[in-house]
């Protein structure tokens, strides 16, 4: 159980963390989103006690990072958004390192550094310096050494960053199977990347909490709610979708021509009327596809209003 009170950060004049409150039971995904400058950052940094609160507690299982950060850390892996240190050593050097510091020894140093060399499939890259690799292979290294020694509280600050497709998608099933025997916090700007990981969210702006829901909750708060999104190679008649029951509006994607979203007025189900004009009309749908709602559109919207 991870439990915050009351967690202030200021520096000079400017609140980073603004009395933030809030609990993770144990082996829970939490979601951190919001935009640039909300403060996930800084309060994943309070929470692996790199930097130290201003005031508020922070306890994680039953241990203050304040009074006894070494035990704390003990139980910690961190991931930050910012590059590693040691860009000389060089992938396998800078784990074993981290596994000594760690204190590990032996053939169990060797066991938890090969399995976390496995989990983010570094072995083409071991023996070379960290400061060479591509972005997507560092944040993969920097990944590898906060798990290494299976911590309790595992921390993300934007793990996907500099990823592909592919390799996203398989660090996202990685952070899956990590939450089955450990509480997991990502922070992300990138929330749709996750709405499928994490069951609950916490949603910052300026430092301050905007929302503490889960994930599906906030979904359903969402303009797109239930809204269907087709694609196909030929214009649509954007009239007829128009007109359907409960259609409470068409957007065209201005970035993929023939792909337009079609939008669901709230409490209406539209999936059936729509599939039926498609099935009436003959058009050839490339994909077509029930939106679940977006959390980034959700996020948006809470954080414009808190800035006004």
Known sequence: MIEITNLTKKTGQTIAIDNLTFSVPSRECLGLFGHEGAGKSTLLKLLSGAIKATSGTIKIHDTNISTHPIRAKKIIGYQPEAALGHGNMTVKNFLGFIAEVRGLRGLQKRKMVDRAITRLELWRVLDSPIATLPAG????????????????????????AGLDPL???????????????????????????????????????????????????????SHYYQAITLAADAPLDLLALAVLPGVAGIEEDRHTAGSVTVLAMPGQIIYPHVNALVANRRWKINTLSLEPGRLSDVIHHMSQEALN
């Open 137 to 160: 292979h560092q944040r993969k290294v920097a990944l590898a050494q906060a798990i290494l020694h299976d911590p309790r509280l595992l921390l993300l600050d934007e793990p996907t």
């Open 167 to 221: 390799q996203k998608q398989k660090v996202g099933t990685l952070i899956q199977s990590l939450a089955e025997d450990m509480t997991v916090i990502v922070a992300s700007r990138n929330p749709e990347e996750f709405s499928c990981i994490c069951q609950r969210a916490l949603v910052m702006a300026e430092g301050r909490l905007l929302a503490d829901a889960p994930v599906s909750e906030l979904q359903r708060s």
